[in-house]
């Protein structure tokens, strides 16, 4: 039964419809409002047109010549410089130029205002050049819908990948496999199998081996009934021993050796992640400009640190507490909870945390809000992670950690493009409330996945023994320390390229939208790449290799920006660009990888993988806030070029020393 | 057949999710495309009062140019004709709020004058705040337009109702064209898939089964073992050693005295004939 293919039809089928009807929507809303907009400028010219002839007309009145009128450049070009729509004022008497203000002869299409003279004759016209800026605003906004059509269109393809695995894919590999157990049991239990086109089909099984099943039983009986009429007779052992057999032959079919278990599918997770992650940053575009904005109630902080350092304190906090949650969920009594008690838990904290940052007042209820949402995320991404691990075989884990790789940066991509939008149209606070709403569906998909009782930490994960003894393995064990140094350092470099240097790095020649627009390269990497470099990646000596090959890849684009020069804009957009992609592909295939090589390490065999993940998730976010720090100081010496450069070399030397370390790894075959 | 009706279809679980996500997804892309056009529209549409009140601003900064005081210009005469006539009102103020020219005496305002150049709306006005610099490029005073959204609304409001239209146009054509195709390409051949399989297995066309993932060994087994047995075939003395399992049983056999195989002799003959009755009568009764 090829469920898969059919799933996979509904998914193709209902995205391609989807996307096909968001585009054409789109465009027939552009089309509309863009024909607006330009109504709307030109009236606008037009009545700043007549605007400029009512003040003429003034001196028009007292019989002065036109060309007579003093200063009328100078008025014309203060009028020009506080409009940005237009490119030129001219006025024209008798076909001939009399004044004029420009900014550039192009334009798109020109207004045009009559001035009338005393008897209201037409003696000239004020002609109104629209701006190529028109244009360029247009296709920016454009631009700006393409971008969410795409981010809706990932939103899409994570539901249906959910709804076609949940309700198509996994309904038709179950009944297969009921069937199948009702067969090797000959049993007529169908497990509770809910498919309605099943049902026949396990129906008939079921009666089938029913029959089966009783022609054993009246088997044994006969057999029983023979047994006992030779014992009747004279002594023969033998061929009562002869008869026993059969019977023993016979109920052997009868045990039930096979036990049936609903498939727990480890691609599940992807609609929670992606939807917690699309919630808890929606507000990451203004952050930094709320806090400003509650930096206006004082509080005992603002004497102590300046502004600039105040903004900033909501998201160092968040990332301390994210770093330090992790280690007490994964470490204390919270690391053998059920994973459904567990992201139920982080919910509620994540809604009490959203709906406080949306009512607080100032500084430091921004900050505890932030402190108790970075306990909700850390213990949802421990879990998700840790499901994803338990319910992978050895050989897919890699490939099933870079689909949670996909719904993290989608969640990511998402939430800054929405937020934005709704920022811009409610206010601040409302983002918080739509994010605490959002974590409603994040339930319904949690119940839906994780409710289920065969949903629980799997034995070889769940940590065995304290801290201490993990701690004590830990640092006996080179590999588990290597790929640790490996992931602080990627993390460091990740954050303090992306995060801090490309935006210096860019922002003399752009606007902040373009080096969004740049940015954004990074997070499309991370959702369309995962999936497919990954496919193939099943043994460790396979993980180290494409761990080897992506980072120095990375690390030979960082540091050739040492040695160019970026004399244009364009070679700074496509020297920042590549960088983000050459990071997007490293992280794709790097992140799911050094997990499945911490899965392999001693320690882990020893105590567990619950523990060592938390505590190695915790370090990924030391390494990403020491990134910012590291290339700052860098920057500050060398200036941004090169510490870019330098950043590339470390994380060239951090892959030679993993290499070092780690090149003898290679799959057990006893896995975990 | 009770329990049938608690099983959904595969055709209603398709459609519903279909019908869901489309509708919810495209509602969403929907409201996030509209209020992003309408924000455009809207700034577009106060953008004119900027500009005449960039003017105004010149005007003003041009008088006190020469050290005159905002306090002591004469308003009236500078700004004639200059005001937009459909503003709701037009205030300039000091760097303290302190309002030195209204247009329209008898409308009250409370809202505060931002220093700052940026717009503010409530329910039913916006405000552009226009700030008013000296030569020394600090800040003396405010320019603040107020302006009726009324009549932006209006115009605003009949482009959202054409595109909520328009979504609702293409939700209507989309889906029941949706609908076709999924039935057609997925729900049918799936279910007569499942049919044939049903079909199949009725059929004992077990090989052909085994290709989709049925296994059927164990049932092909006990079906074999149900007819060795109650075929007598496991009593016969000249044994078939391709069965399995019958070593041990062999073995068993040639070990037996000759007495014993007499009498192994008489209950086969019993045992066949018994059982050649039994599935005779079965088998009619089918």
């Known amino acids: 039964m090829n469920n898969r293919q059919m799933a996979q039809k509904f998914l193709l089928l209902i995205f391609f419809f989807m996307a096909i009807s968001q585009v054409l929507y789109t465009y027939q809303n552009v089309r509309m409002f863009r024909s607006q907009y330009n109504v709307l400028t030109d009236e606008q010219a037009k009545e700043l047109g007549e605007f400029i002839q009512k003040q003429l007309s003034y001196g028009l009145k007292y019989n002065i010549p036109l060309e007579r009128l003093g200063k009328v450049n100078d008025y014309l070009n203060g009028i020009l410089k506080g409009t940005p729509d237009l490119s030129f004022i001219d006025i024209i008497k008798d076909e001939k130029l009399v004044f004029t203000a420009a900014k550039s002869r192009d334009s798109i299409r020109k207004v045009e205002v009559l001035i009338a003279g005393k008897d209201d004759q037409v003696i000239a016209s004020i002609q109104l050049g629209i701006s190529m800026e028109v244009d360029r605003h247009s296709k920016r906004m454009l631009f700006d819908l393409c971008t969410i059509v795409l981010a809706v269109l990932i939103l899409t393809y994570e539901l249906l990948l959910f709804f076609a695995s949940r309700f198509i894919y996994i309904p038709g590999k179950e009944a297969v496999v009921a069937a199948n157990t009702q067969l090797f049991n000959l049993t007529p239990l169908n497990h509770g199998i809910k498919s309605f086109e099943f049902y026949y089909f396990l129906s008939e099984i079921g009666n089938t081996v029913e029959i089966t099943r009783q022609k054993l039983f009246w088997l044994v009986n006969e057999l029983k009934k023979l047994s006992l009429s030779v014992e009747k007779g004279t002594q023969k052992d033998k061929i009562i021993e002869l008869i026993n057999r059969q019977k023993k032959r016979v109920n052997e079919f009868a045990v039930e050796k096979k036990v049936f278990r609903p498939i727990i599918h480890p691609s599940h997770a992807r609609p929670i992640v992606f939807t917690f992650i699309l919630a808890a940053n929606l507000h990451s575009s203004f952050l930094p400009l709320f806090a400003k904005d509650l930096l206006k109630i004082p509080t005992f902080l603002s004497g102590m640190f300046s502004e600039t350092i105040l903004m900033g304190l909501p998201i160092s906090a968040y990332m301390i507490s994210v770093a330090l949650s992790m280690i007490v969920f994964g470490t204390g009594s919270f690391k053998n909870m059920r994973p459904f008690t567990a992201i139920s838990l982080s919910l509620l904290l994540s809604f009490i945390g959203f709906i406080f940052c949306g009512i607080s007042q100032n500084i430091i209820h921004l900050i505890l809000a932030r402190t108790i949402c970075a306990s909700g995320l850390a213990l949802i991404t421990l879990h998700c992670r840790q499901f994803v691990v338990d319910h992978s075989s050895q050989e897919n884990v890699t490939f099933y950690l870079a689909g949670y790789t996909t719904a993290f940066a989608g969640g990511m991509f998402c939430s800054i493009v929405l937020g934005g939008i709704i920022a811009d149209y409610f206010n601040y606070r409302i983002v918080y409330f739509f994010s605490a709403f959002l974590l409603l569906f994040v339930f319904i998909f949690t119940f839906s996945v994780f409710s289920n009782k065969e949903v629980t930490p799997k034995k070889e994960s769940v940590t065995k023994g304290s801290f201490a003894i993990y701690f004590n393995h830990f640092i006996k064990d080179r590999n588990a320390i290597a790929i640790t140094l490996h992931g602080v350092v990627t993390r460091m470099i990740f954050v303090g390229f992306l995060y801090y240097s490309i935006p210096i790095f860019l922002k003399e020649r752009f606007s902040f939208s373009d080096i969004g627009r740049i940015m954004m390269l990074y997070g499309l990497t991370c959702i369309f790449l995962p999936s497919f470099l990954n496919r193939n990646v099943k043994k460790i000596k396979q993980s180290v290799g494409v761990i080897l090959a992506s980072n120095n890849l990375l690390g030979l684009v960082l540091v050739s920006f040492i040695f160019i020069k970026f004399d244009t804009p364009l070679y700074m957009a496509i020297a920042a660009s590549l960088g983000t992609i050459a990071l997007g592909i490293s992280n794709s295939v790097t992140f799911p990888s050094q997990i499945k090589i911490l899965l392999n390490t001693q320690t882990v065999k020893q105590v567990g993988s619950h523990t060592p993940m938390a505590v190695y998730q915790s370090l990924e976010k030391v390494g990403s806030a020491l990134g910012p720090v590291v290339f700052g100081a860098l920057a500050s010496y060398y200036g941004i070029n090169k510490a870019i450069g330098m950043g590339g070399a470390l994380y060239l030397a951090n892959t030679i020393i993993f290499y070092i370390l780690c090149k003898n790894l290679s799959d057990d075959k006893e896995s975990v | ?286």
């Open chain 2, 1 to 286: 057949m009770r329990e049938n009706l608690f099983r959904l279809k595969l055709r209603t679980k398709v459609l519903l999710i279909t019908t869901v996500i489309l509708i919810s997804i495209q509602s969403f892309n929907s409201i996030l495309e509209i209020a992003f056009l309408y924000n455009h529209l809207e700034s577009n549409s106060i953008k004119k009062y900027y500009y005449v009140g960039n003017v105004i601003k010149q005007k003003l900064e041009k008088s006190m140019a020469f050290g005159k005081q905002l306090e002591s210009l004469n308003f009236s005469r500078l700004l004639k004709d200059t005001i937009p006539t459909e503003v709701e009102n037009f205030y300039i103020s000091d760097s303290d709020e302190n309002i030195l020219f209204k247009q329209f005496e008898e409308k009250q305002y409370s809202n505060s004058f931002l220093l700052d150049f940026t717009t503010t709306k409530n329910n039913m006005t916006y405000q552009v705040n226009i700030p008013l610099h000296n030569k020394s490029t600090k800040t003396i005073g405010n320019i603040v337009i107020i302006i009726s959204n009324a009549q932006i609304r209006d115009r605003l409001y009949k482009l959202i109702k054409e595109a909520v239209i328009n979504f609702l146009i293409m939700i209507g054509i989309i889906l029941p064209i949706l609908y076709i195709i999924l039935i057609v390409y997925i729900d049918r051949p799936y279910t007569s898939k499942i049919k044939k399989i049903t079909q199949r297995f009725r059929n004992k066309e077990y090989e052909s089964l085994d290709l989709e993932g049925i296994e059927l060994d164990n049932l092909v087994a006990a079906e074999a073992l149900i007819e060795h047995i109650s075929t007598g075939n496991w009593l016969n003395l000249d044994l078939d050693k391709n069965i399995e399992n019958e070593n041990s049983i062999t073995a068993l056999i040639e070990s037996m005295s000759q007495d014993e195989k007499d009498t192994l002799k008489e209950i086969i003959r019993d045992w066949v004939t018994i059982k050649k009755n039994e599935n005779s009568s079965k088998n009619g009764k089918k």
